[in-house]
């Protein structure tokens, strides 16, 4: 193992220096101020609707999402999904909590649930993507492997330093959003409860379960998810990089599974057996929140048994490859 | 130096490389030892740069055996690799990185390599002025230094470069081949692949010449010259006089177009009346005698060497260098 540091420090000084990972913060940079605007906005209209009554504003909500359920026109999964969002509101109403406070953390915890599927992936590959195939377009993987370290060697190296990368990349993300936000709505908001736990039976929410949790805990549960879910994107992106020479084709093809898998997610229901496809079960922190699960019978453990095998076997088929292929480019 | 008592470096046994359905190189053997020039010859699409990949453990050959120091190269890599250094086509070095960061890169793969004997090979090329700037600014000669400093950076006693002087300009050609001739002197192996030929000739001690994936022939370089027949010019007035003196002779034979057999350069310098005649060069004074005897003017004779484009020629019948 001593020999296989130097060349991890390699591969973190080739992405260091290819700018990658300023990409990612540049664009974080760029974006979580866009997010922010958009939140404070509509924050300040809900205030001058409802003399900044939180309580008002949500029964107002809960009165609206009612009245979709007698109309015809809406479908009926939409409804049930109106119908769990009703609870679960009705819930924090009974217990006197806000669950839309504006306030730096809350502001991090919604935007994770949003970037969770699609946009932490994205930057993940912005690194993932070209860490092999990079190598082959330019060619310098000859002057790699002609090296005396065996192969799976540089590539264990490679996606060390790709995990690595994964993790400051999560960790930046939920930085960047809490110190940006935190200008437009304060920074506090740590220990404020919120609930997680909703079991959800057909369309109806069991609150047995339900506990209430500081938010700064919640907060914490939701990292861990967003690593695990990046990092199982970035294995599957490390595979794809392996197989495919070229760096655009890397790319296309695991934006093209992530958006497929997005669109999976809205669709939903009737397909069952897509729930073993790794794209439709990104959302995990839907399970946190209690949201009604794009497929029936997908849980939180179901959905992490799902990605890591998938990330598991895509590392299998990643070293295999690797250490026996012909370099004939 | 007796070149034939020096220790076996590289040795080729019976290789064969299958890619999809085609067999690309049929049966290869060869060895290069310490301190020889050895030249790989061949025209582009021969399957130079797929046997060089199979040397350096690119890609494993579909039968035979590559040893490099004694050391299988596809079952023993680490051992074998640590004894070569290679040039794979072009040198591709991160454009990203400075060129003393890229060989930072490459020596942290091997062990026993310091910050001494980076700047040792940085000196050896000559790129200290220019080592720490990105590699994306440096010219192609440079970018070729480069390559061989990162190389030589493991102390190799196998030195593989693929067409090294592609793409240097006259003087840079120069220098390469006075810088390899001084590496192999210094007991390093090189072995050096071409497709041109008076690269080999001037560069090699022995060449392994291949086309279509088969060896055509391995030898001392002037042993396959001596083996083909010299060409004299001569240019005599008058010269319909002459050219029938010299039909007479039975050791000499008038070669009616010597476009065939020549380089272009000799044949732009050569006066329109010339006579291009095969014959062994021990016998030309004996035709001047007949010649000057019988009142014809000698103005020139002209030994020509054979160049390894007539050997290239005569071997693959005709097949085109290019």
Known sequence: MSNLLPLIKNECIKIIKRKRFYVVLLVLLVLVPMFTYAQMKSAERSREKFNSDWRLELQQRITDNENSLSSDRVPDEWKRYRQIFIQQ????????????????????????????????????????????????????????????????????????????????????????????????????????????????????????????VLQWKYLLMQGGLVWFVGVCVGMLAFMVSVLVRSTAASIVIMMAALIAGNILTNMASAWSSAKYLFMVNLNLTSYLA?????????????SLAVLAIWAICAVIVAFSVFTRRDILN | MNKQAQEIVLSVQHVKKKIGRKWIIHDVSFDVRAGEIFGFLGPNGAGK??????????????????????????????????????????????????????????????????DQRIQEVVDTVRLDRRIHDKVSTYSLGMRQRLGIAQALLGRPKLLILDEPT????????????????QLAEEGLAV???????????????????????????????????????????????????????????DYCEIVDRPEDVLDDNVLAGMSPDAIVTRMHAAHTSRAVERLVGAGVQVREVHRINPTLEQLFLQMTEGESIE
């Open chain 1, 89 to 212: 509101m009705q819930y924090y109403l009974q217990h006197d909590v806000n669950p839309n406070q504006p306030n730096g953390v809350t502001f991090t915890r919604e935007f994770l649930n949003n970037a969770i599927s699609l946009f932490i992936p994205l930057l993940i590959m912005a690194i993932a993507s070209d860490i092999v195939s990079g190598e082959r377009t330019t060619g310098t993987i000859k002057m790699l492997l002609t090296r005396p370290v065996k192969r799976w060697k540089v590539l264990l190296s490679k996606l060390v330093a790709l995990i690595m990368f994964t993790s400051l990349i999560v960790v930046s993300t939920f930085v960047i959003a809490y110190l940006i936000s935190g200008l437009a709505f304060g920074y506090k908001g740590f220990d404020i409860p919120v609930f997680t736990g909703f079991q959800i039976v057909g369309s109806d929410v069991d609150m047995s379960g339900v506990h209430a």
């Open chain 1, 290 to 302: 209690g949201n009604l699960p794009p497929i029936e019978g997908m849980t939180l453990n179901f």
């Open chain 2, 49 to 114: 740069t797929t046997t060089i990949r199979m040397l350096v453990d690119l890609i494993k050959p579909s039968s035979g055996r590559i040893e490099v120091c004694g050391y299988d190269v596809n079952r023993q890599q680490e051992q074998a690799l640590r004894c070569i250094g290679s040039i794979v086509e072009n040198p591709e070095m991160y454009s990203y990185l400075t060129g003393w960061e890229n060989l930072e890169h490459f020596a942290r793969m091997q062990p026993g390599i310091d």
């Open chain 2, 166 to 181: 592609n793409g240097l300009d006259p003087k840079g050609i120069k220098e390469m081949r006075q810088f390899i001739h």
């Open chain 2, 191 to 249: 072995f050096v692949s071409s497709h041109l030929l008076s690269e080999i000739q001037l560069l090699c001690d022995r060449v392994a010449i291949i086309s279509s994936g088969r060896l055509l022939a391995v030898g001392e370089v002037d042993e396959l010259i001596a083996g083909s027949s010299d060409h004299v010019i001569w240019d005599l007035n008058p010269a319909v006089q002459g050219k029938r003196i010299l039909q007479k002779l």
